[in-house]
């Protein structure tokens, strides 16, 4: 079955430090492959996608994801975060068919 | 350009009734896509339309129902609604469908529906 695992619900960084949010989809999910980020009372906002171009994707708000094959894997990080990144994000593959999320992670950035 | 917009953004029913949630896409966009995202199960795919057809659908029972008008608006219906109907429905619009591959989904604010 097709899934998308995000490691961790709920990662806490302090400010200025690295941020890393990992996720992992299965071998069956075509590759491609979204971070989706959720503000409180807000729909998502898309950060990046991979669209089998570069494997190192840049995103808005200084986020980047790196897409790994033989991992699996398209974690999330940013050098530094800030306050204004607190947040819940989503990874999320696409198919034919519709979109398949990961369970989220929410991120607090402590000053 | 104006973003997906989603009506109403909250309801309150009780269970047993039925309710109708509305979407209008990003003009120009003909794929609109549902999904429930609720604490337990997450974001879910209910079904996506393209050019008023169901192109898609989600594992969900029968009493979740949609369907998209002639200028891409879309609906989506829950009858005899029951308390784990409780959730945050959000619609997605694109400019193609989904059933062709990849392309970038924009989300409304979603519809906050909870169910007594």
């Known amino acids: 079955a097709q899934s998308v695992t995000q490691l961790g619900s709920h990662v806490s960084v302090s400010e200025g430090a690295l941020v890393l949010l990992r996720c992992n989809y299965s071998s069956s999910v075509p590759p491609y492959l979204f971070w989706y980020v959720q503000y409180p009372n807000q729909g998502l906002q898309l950060l990046l996608k991979?669209?089998?171009?570069?494997?190192l994707v840049k995103g808005i708000n200084g986020f980047e994801a790196e897409f790994k094959k033989s991992e699996t894997s398209f974690h999330l990080t940013k050098p530094s975060a800030h306050m204004s990144d607190a947040a819940e994000y989503f990874c999320?593959?696409?198919?034919?068919?519709?979109?398949?999320f990961g369970k989220g992670t929410k991120l607090s950035v402590k000053p | 350009k104006a973003g997906v917009t989603q009506t109403p953004r909250y309801l309150i029913k009780t269970r047993g009734q039925q309710v109708t949630l509305s979407c209008s896409p990003i003009?120009?966009?003909?794929?609109v896509s549902w999904y429930q995202q609720t604490p337990g199960q997450g974001l879910q795919f209910l079904f996506e339309?393209?050019?008023?057809?169901?192109?898609n659908k989600g594992n969900f029972p029968g009493r979740f129902s949609g369907r998209q008008f002639s200028n891409s608006r879309s609906e989506m219906n829950v009858s005899t609604l029951e308390l784990g109907d409780s959730a945050l429905y959000l619609c997605?619009?694109?400019?193609?469908?989904?059933?062709?591959?990849?392309?970038?989904?924009?989300f409304g604010p979603g519809t906050r529906l909870t169910v007594l």
């Open positions: 999320a593959g696409g198919s034919q068919g519709n979109l398949i």
């Open positions: 991979y669209t089998s171009a570069a494997t």
């Open positions: 003009s120009g966009h003909r794929s």
């Open positions: 997605a619009s694109s400019l193609i469908s989904l059933h062709f591959g990849y392309n970038e989904q924009f």
């Open positions: 339309y393209f050019s008023e057809t169901q192109r």
